[in-house]
């Protein structure tokens, strides 16, 4: 089962990166295995994938959040 799943749209920024072709080509094959359109629903959802995993990042946003509290 593939763990990026298409999306309905929502809001958007634009960006430009640059990847190396390697990279890319795998996204493009996992975007076309998985049924997803769009790449930047890839990114998109890779990207919350790694804020909702990364310890070290939870822990900063608790931190910063219970000091925005304590403000």
Do not use: N
Not at 27 to 42: L, M, N, P, S
């Amino acid at each position: 089962m593939p763990i990026i799943r298409p999306v309905e749209q929502q809001r958007k920024e634009t960006c430009r990166i640059k990847l190396d072709a390697g990279i890319m080509d795998k996204v493009r094959q996992y975007c076309e295995w998985a049924g997803v359109t769009k790449i930047d629903e890839f990114f998109q959802q890779a990207a919350d994938f790694v804020f909702s995993k990364d310890k070290g990042w939870l822990a900063h946003e608790t931190e910063k959040c219970t000091v925005e509290e304590g403000e």
